[in-house]
């Protein structure tokens, strides 16, 4: 059975770079492609929604700022999946998911039994000096399998 590479992508250089080496290898391995982003969802704490209820606020902006990070990742994910098709390479497929980005990609590699995880060392947050965002510092404290973190 072909090997299965799972890569993160954000957007960001960095994770186009992970792209970029994926497909390569993956094209040179016939494995076979499984992009994913995951659209952050920091669920409000209990205590907060009971005070914005009791005060009469509206969870409508909330609702409405999780919306369009949705559509951002969808476009994510379309994009990235274009990139790489447009190499000549159709072996990958692309999903969006919703919750903490490290969690989330740690339970896809653990549900698809990827063979290895492609993401980049930083992404979009500007943290000059840093060597690896949090997602990457997670990933490599818990990945169920080989992680390249590309740089
Ligand atoms: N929401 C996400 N969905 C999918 N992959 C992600 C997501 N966020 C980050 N990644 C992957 O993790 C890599 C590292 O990004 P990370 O978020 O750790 O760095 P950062 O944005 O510079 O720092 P931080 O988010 O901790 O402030 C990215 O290049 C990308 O491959
Ligand atoms: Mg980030």
Known sequence: M?????????????????????????GASDAELILLHVVPHEPMPDGLAQFAKAEGLSMAEERG????????GDQIVR???????????ERVSSRVEEGSPADRIVAVAEGDGTDMIFLGSRGLSDLKGLLMGSVS?????LAPCTCVVVK
């Open 79 to 89: 994009q990235a999946e274009a990139r790489v098709r447009k190499s000549g390479f």
């Open 2 to 26: 072909n090997e299965k590479y799972l890569v993160a992508v954000d957007g960001s250089e960095h994770g186009w770079k992970a792209l970029d080496l994926a497909a390569k290898l993956a």
């Open 137 to 141: 510092h997670k990933l490599m404290h």
């Open 65 to 72: 700022r999780y919306h369009e990070g949705r559509r951002i």
